[in-house]
Each structure stands twice: as C-alpha cells, then as structure tokens.
C-alpha cells in the first residue's frame, strides 16, 4: 500500500466517524432537556453524547493534516517536506489538549482545555477560508480547484462545529446551576441552545457531505 492510499483510507474513516458521530451525538442529546426525567437520568444522556463526540472530534481535527498531506502528495497545495512534519507534530499537541479536556470533562480544567482546543480554530478557520477562496479566484496556493473549494467548505464546517462545540461546553455549565435547585430559566436556556444545535447539525451534514463530494468526485469548474 502506497501513502498516498493509506492516507486516503485514513481520510475515509476519519470522515465516516465525523459524519457517522455527529448524528449519534444529536440523538443522544435529546433527552437532555427532558424535564420528566430526573437530573441523574439526564446527566447521563449528556455523558453518552460527550463520549460519542470524541469521536468526530478526533476525525475532523485529523481530516485537515491528512488532506494537507495528500494535497503534497498530489502536487495541489505546496507545503511539503518539513512543513508536512511540522503540522503532524502540531496536530498532535492539538489532540493531546483535545483529550485531556475529554478526560477531565465536566471540571473547570476541563472547560479551561476545551477554550484552548477552541482556539486552534482561530486561526485555521481563517485560514481555510482564505485561502480556499483566493485559490478558487487566482488559482493560488491551491492549483486544482476541487481542492480550494474543499478547503473553504472545510472551513464552513468548522465554523459550524465550532458553534456546536460552545452549545456541549454551556451543558456543563447549565447542568452545575440546574443541580443547585429548580431554575427554569436555565431549563429555557439549555432548550433553546439544544434546539439551535439540533438545526445547525442538519446544516452541518450538508457541508459535509458537500466536502466529501468534491474530495471523491474532483469536479472541474
């Protein structure tokens, strides 16, 4: 097996645990806002829905060094060599934050770990859109344009993820003051975050499955 195919099979799966654990996170957070189940009860519905999330936490973060690396590959992006090295090494200090804040979720270090996971969006959501634009117009960085408009849809999709990220980050933060007594404005609260989310997801998987499209299907335009 060639890199260049193990890498695209690790992108096939990093896109299916995406895709595929998105969907069991939007079911899994249902019952949250249900009022009818106790507070335990309703806790651990948030537990399994954080334990699913790690999962496409993981994909999508791993989907961006991956698609770098077989863009080198494929001679449509030009950071190569040890640019390539580089960002393997920053990706994995990025998902070390990732899971610690996974372990240590529900405390403040948790939440503390998760604005710094955050934050890496920061700079590559801009990035993304960017240059994926710009490649589109002038044909630079990215050569191929199938690859430029993956690369700004990407950063459409992180933007979205990013969104649901800070609704499961509120969860915790709700759930501390619905445990201290009856608070119906927090009850409203994590009802209309979850609602929000839920409508972002179906956005979410257009997106996705749009990026998947121009990643299989390469189209000329």
Same mark, same amino acid.
């Given at each position: 097996?060639?890199?260049?195919?193990?890498?695209? =099979?690790?992108?096939?799966?990093?896109?299916?645990?995406?895709?595929?654990?998105?969907?069991?996170?939007?079911?899994? %957070? +249902? @019952?949250?806002?249900?009022?009818?189940?106790?507070?335990?009860?309703?806790?651990?519905?948030?537990?399994?829905?954080?334990?699913?999330?790690?999962?496409?936490?993981?994909?999508?973060?791993?989907? &961006?060094?991956?698609?770098?690396?077989?863009?080198?590959?494929?001679?449509?992006?030009?950071?190569? $060599?040890?640019?390539?090295?580089?960002?393997?090494?920053?990706?994995?200090? =990025?998902? %070390?934050?990732?899971?610690?804040?996974?372990?240590?979720? $529900? !405390?403040?270090? $948790?939440? +503390?770990?998760?604005?710094?996971?955050? %934050?890496?969006?920061?700079?590559?959501?801009?990035?993304?859109?960017?240059?994926?634009?710009? %490649?589109?117009? !002038?044909?630079?960085?990215?050569?191929?344009?199938?690859?430029?408009?993956?690369?700004?849809?990407?950063?459409?999709?992180?933007?979205? $993820?990013? &969104?649901?990220?800070?609704?499961?980050?509120?969860?915790?933060?709700?759930?501390?003051?619905?445990?201290?007594?009856?608070? @119906?404005?927090?009850?409203? +609260?994590?009802?209309?975050?979850?609602?929000?989310? +839920?409508?972002?997801?179906?956005?979410? =998987?257009?997106?996705?499955?749009?990026?998947?499209?121009?990643?299989?299907?390469?189209?000329?335009?």
């Amino acid at each position: 097996m060639t890199l260049y195919l193990f890498l695209k =099979w690790a992108h096939i799966i990093a896109m299916a645990y995406w895709l595929g654990g998105e969907w069991g996170v939007f079911n899994a %957070s +249902r @019952p949250i806002t249900d009022t009818n189940l106790s507070l335990e009860e309703r806790r651990r519905h948030m537990e399994t829905a954080y334990r699913i999330d790690i999962l496409p936490r993981t994909g999508i973060i791993l989907l &961006l060094p991956l698609g770098l690396h077989m863009g080198a590959l494929l001679n449509v992006q030009p950071l190569k $060599g040890p640019w390539i090295v580089g960002m393997w090494i920053l990706v994995a200090i =990025w998902l %070390s934050i990732t899971y610690s804040a996974f372990f240590k979720r $529900g !405390t403040d270090a $948790g939440v +503390r770990l998760t604005k710094i996971d955050e %934050s890496f969006r920061y700079i590559i959501i801009p990035a993304l859109l960017v240059f994926g634009i710009y %490649s589109i117009v !002038t044909g630079w960085p990215f050569t191929a344009p199938w690859y430029a408009a993956k690369a700004a849809l990407y950063g459409v999709a992180l933007i979205i $993820g990013l &969104l649901l990220r800070f609704i499961m980050r509120h969860w915790v933060m709700l759930f501390r003051q619905i445990a201290e007594g009856p608070n @119906p404005e927090a009850e409203a +609260r994590l009802d209309k975050e979850l609602a929000f989310g +839920r409508g972002l997801a179906y956005i979410y =998987w257009i997106v996705i499955g749009t990026v998947a499209f121009f990643g299989v299907a390469k189209p000329v335009f």
